[in-house]
């Protein structure tokens, strides 16, 4: 009896973690969270960008990537305009330009080759105006395509003859 009760035990404490496992995947790892591609213009540029407009996509963010496209980048949406909106570059291993913008998508705050985080605790970069997206693209496109506050992200809307 006493070999039983142990494997019946032990078979327990498999299942309940197990169980934890599971759960806690499902926590971190939504199956909804298929990334979002949009099309849209700034300074006369075409830009694809990949929307985070979760936590779960925020937080991923552009961290681990090595490369990142001339024209592509990352916008990050929130639900309404936030004061003193910060962003951290944990993670990143590019330097980037920050792009911040209104709910109405006007360029309101830019903060140009924001180094990669080499030491802890990263700073953070914090536009000095309210803000409801933000857009990352790799360090020296702003400067190379002279974008300047008040400029407005235009999307692209995909003409429906060509589906």
Known sequence: ????????????VFIAIFVVIVLVLNYFVDEDEDLRIVNAKLA????????ADNSFL?????SGREYLPENQGMIF?????IDGLS??????LIPLDMIFLNSEFEVVYII?????CDEEPCPTYTSQEKAK?????????VEAHN???????KFKVQDQSDS
């Open 1 to 12: 009896m006493g070999i039983f009760k142990k494997t019946l035990i032990e078979l327990l």
């Open 44 to 51: 006369g540029q075409e830009l694809t960008l990949e929307v």
């Open 58 to 62: 925020q937080n991923i963010g552009l």
């Open 77 to 81: 949406v929130y639900d309404e305009e």
């Open 87 to 92: 962003f951290w570059m944990k993670d990143t």
């Open 112 to 116: 140009e080759s924001v180094p990669i």
């Open 133 to 141: 997206y933000v857009i990352e693209l790799y360090a020296g496109w």
């Open 147 to 153: 974008l300047e506050e008040g400029e407005v992200l």
